[in-house]
């Protein structure tokens, strides 16, 4: 995630900002990045489902056709017409259920439709979105529920007004500037010409949720967390979704794309006595709520949750360190997010405010020859996890495509929108929103593969071997990780911050492994990406929502364990409150026990 446009990840789950979020902020991210109110009677028990949707029945289709076409005809006699003008209207359903503690604090049934219109006026080679006018191309607004075309029809005219009125001024602002500035280094055109694309997905038949079941799991799951005292915050979170998104355009695309999915979030925190923060999420993701683990996997994971978050609070701080490091599957993933994913997206290469990292790096080394990248919506499942950036089109209606970024550590391609740069002209499916933002072209599935392995139960040797070749006293081990944030923008230095959760100190002396705390790793992304020296043979997958300029986006990152030379890490900075000063109802004799039993230890 590009921190100069946004911020940091927690668990899954990218977040704004390093606080620790609660339930309620939690939910309410989820309600603003997927578009749902998070005001709506809880007593509906019933579950929504979306219409079936084909070209033949589908009214609100025919309503968004009918008045694009009116609204080209009718702009097009004036002195500005716009030359592209497209309409998306996003059907969403959800049903959200958090438990805390063995009760439920949200227990709700959403349901929202609403429209972005995006408009370009001017000519593809210099329109109203040129630069930092980016944003003048699009216009949202809530659409009426129902199947009315009078009433659809209505918004969205209103819509399409309030959009034009603000393009044509952006349009002559760009055009004075253009005048007045010096001369660009990228001359590209600010939108490709692409082939109209036709697709009517139909919708799956809706799969059973038994409500009333999940709201005893959920409450019972979450009530598991009561019996630790240690844990001052927990909540488990499902959230069902049933979507739907239609996209119209002046050029002739229609397409129809609905999906389904289903999420399950647990969230644990305590405190240590220096004040700092601890934090454990686990996340799982699937299309059906069927398809998530059983509550008796569940329940272990929560203990497990529970034995980290008290690990942590006993665990030393780190020190500032430069030395050899493995990093996890997942941390690895996130790490190839961050450091190397976001600076291969299109628009980067010819933002003028950017970084521009890799931009005339095509056909050079920029990794190692043993690894290559691809990035792949059109992947669904890896390691037999579900891929939360899989999409069959992306959000400016082009097919999403396998693109090679890097092969055998040569730099081949960038992830592309309808956005050209200098020798790449053509989107290559990778054209992403949030819901009320311009697309531009952004990450979906990152996938790492190596052709120089060892087996996985060999990466903690290897990695003592190395800190004895280096003659340090330890290496560290990054077993898990819950985000990271990087900086892209010329403004700012070039560098990434990656926030573990759990981190050994493995020793060269056979000493067992140390559980430490408080350190985030940190560097820039030339440097760190040639000290990679072999990998594991296992992918492990990272799903997670990415935020930047186009907004919130689920993603999904798949790497294999790796091991680097050199790894350096900083000490994370954190509040200093205290734990809570009272014990938590229930366990006041339990603290009591534990005084007497620390006087009866110090007696002479």
Known sequence: ????????????????????????????????????????????????????????????????????????????????????????????????????????????????????????????????????????????????????????????????????????????SVRTNTAVRAEEEDKSPDFSKEKPQRHIGEAEPAAPFDRAAWEGEIKRLSGAFRKYPEVYFATVLIQVQRSNSRMVSSEGSAIVSPSTSTRLIMEAQTRAEDGMDLLRVETFQAPTA??????????????????????????????????????????????????????LEGHRQRDEEEGQTFTKKIGQEVLPKFLSVMDDPTTHEMAGVKLAGAYDFDDEGEPSQRVEVIKDGVLKNFLMSRMPIKDFGQSNGHGRNQPGRMPTGRQGNLIVTSTQTVPEAEMRQKLIDEVKKQGKPYGLYFDDIQGGFTLTTRALPQAFQVLPVLVYKVYADGRPDELVRGVDIVGTPLAALTRILTTGDQPRVFNGVCGAESGQVPVAAVAPSMLFSEMEVQKRAHEHERPPLLPPPGFEDAGASKEAQAKAEVKP
């Open 290 to 343: 069927s398809g998530l683990p059983s509550e008796t996997e569940l329940t272990g994971k929560i203990e497990k949750m529970a034995a980290d978050l008290s690990a942590l609070r006993k665990a030393p701080m780190a020190e500032p360190y430069d030395g050899p490091a493995v990093l996890s599957g997942r941390a690895a993933a996130v790490f190839f997010h961050e450091v190397l994913g976001h600076r």
């Open 1 to 172: 995630m590009n921190i100069s446009k946004s911020s940091a990840i927690r668990g899954n789950v990218f977040f704004r900002g390093r606080e620790v979020l609660r339930a309620t902020a939690c939910w309410m991210l989820f309600a603003q990045l997927l578009g749902v109110p998070y005001a709506r009677a809880a007593g509906d028990k019933s579950v929504p489902t979306a219409a079936p949707v084909g070209a033949a029945n589908d009214p609100v289709l025919k309503a968004m056709q009918d008045e694009i076409k009116r609204a080209t005809a009718e702009l097009g006699k004036s002195e500005q017409p716009p030359y592209y003008l497209s309409y998306t209207v996003y059907d969403q359903d959800f049903v959200v259920l958090v438990g805390a503690y063995g009760s439920l604090l949200t227990d709700t049934v959403a349901q929202r439709r609403f429209a972005d219109v995006n408009m370009r006026v001017g000519t593809p080679e210099l329109d109203n979105t040129h630069g930092q006018s980016r944003p003048s191309g699009v216009n949202s607004g809530s659409l009426p529920l129902g199947n009315d075309p009078d009433a659809i029809a209505r918004v969205l005219w209103e819509l399409t007004d309030r959009e034009y009125k603000r393009a044509v001024p952006s349009l002559l």
